[in-house]
C-alpha cells in the first residue's frame, strides 16, 4: 500500500534560516506529490504539487522537487518568516484509482521566532 | 460561502450516543471525501462519494460509521454507539472529478470529543 514518512518534529527556527522539511513515500502506483500546509485556527490547504518526475512545485517561496530515484519531495524554502509557523503535511494520491485519496504523513511542526 | 463548509466546528458528547457530523462542499465540485485526523497524526481516508453513491468507503474502521450524501452535495458522517476512541478531527474536503491532480480543498473540521 501506499505510505509517506516525513522528518518529525517541532522544527524551530530563527526568521530568514533555511527550512528542509524531508519527505519519503512508498506509492504502488505512479502518484502525485503534495505539500498541504495548517496555518492556527484554519483548516489545511494546498501549497504546492507535482505530478511527474522531476517536476518542481513552488509556492510563497517554498519550493519540493518529485524525486522518483529516491521517493522524495523533500520542502525547501530559502528564508523562512515568523508568517510561516504552521503544520506542514506532504501527501500522496494514485491518479490511476482515486486522485482525491490522499495519504498523508503525520505532519511537521514548524515554529519561527523574530 | 466559496469554501468548504463544516458543522459543528465542536461536538462533546457522552460515550453511547449518536453524532452527526455535516459537510457543504464548494458549489459544482462532485467528489466529497471525509477524512479522520488523530491528535499528532495525519488525515486518514474514511470514505469517497462520487455525487451521491459512495464509490469507496474502504477506510470506514467499523459499522458504527456511515455517510450519506442523498442529494450529491451536502453529506452527512453519522456515528452510532461512540466510543471514546472516536474522539478526532473530521475533516471533509471536495474536489472537481475528472480535473486536476487530486488536489483536495478541506474544511476547517468537526472536533468530535466523547466523554
Known amino acids: 500500500g501506499n505510505s509517506v514518512t516525513q522528518m518529525e518534529g517541532p522544527v524551530t527556527l530563527s526568521e530568514e534560516a533555511f527550512l528542509t522539511i524531508n519527505c519519503t513515500y512508498t506509492?504502488?502506483?505512479?502518484?502525485?506529490l503534495f505539500w498541504y500546509v495548517q496555518y492556527p485556527g484554519e483548516g489545511l490547504q494546498l501549497l504546492l504539487k507535482?505530478?511527474?518526475?522531476?517536476d518542481k512545485g513552488s509556492n510563497k517561496g517554498f519550493e519540493a522537487t518529485y524525486r522518483k530515484e529516491t521517493t522524495s519531495f523533500h520542502l525547501e524554502k530559502g528564508s523562512v518568516q515568523v508568517s510561516d509557523s504552521a503544520v506542514y503535511f506532504c501527501a500522496l494520491s494514485d491518479r490511476d484509482t482515486n486522485a482525491g485519496k490522499s495519504t498523508f504523513g503525520d505532519g511537521t511542526t514548524l515554529t519561527v521566532k523574530p | 460561502g466559496a469554501g468548504v463548509s463544516q458543522t459543528p466546528s465542536n461536538k462533546v458528547t457522552e460515550k453511547g450516543k449518536y453524532v452527526e457530523l455535516r459537510c457543504d462542499p464548494i458549489s459544482g465540485h462532485t467528489a466529497l471525501y471525509w477524512y479522520r485526523q488523530s491528535l499528532g497524526q495525519g488525515p486518514e481516508f474514511l470514505i469517497y462519494f462520487q455525487g451521491t453513491g459512495a464509490a469507496d468507503d474502504s477506510g470506514l474502521p467499523n459499522d458504527r460509521f456511515f455517510a450519506v450524501r442523498p442529494e450529491g452535495s451536502v453529506s452527512t458522517l453519522k456515528i452510532q454507539r461512540t466510543e471514546r476512541g472516536d474522539s478526532a478531527v473530521y475533516l471533509c474536503?471536495?474536489?472537481?472529478w475528472g480535473r486536476g491532480t487530486g488536489e483536495l480543498f478541506f474544511g476547517e473540521g468537526s472536533r468530535l470529543t466523547v466523554l
Open positions: 506509492a504502488t502506483g505512479y502518484p502525485s
Open positions: 507535482a505530478t511527474k518526475a522531476d
Open positions: 474536503a471536495s474536489s472537481e
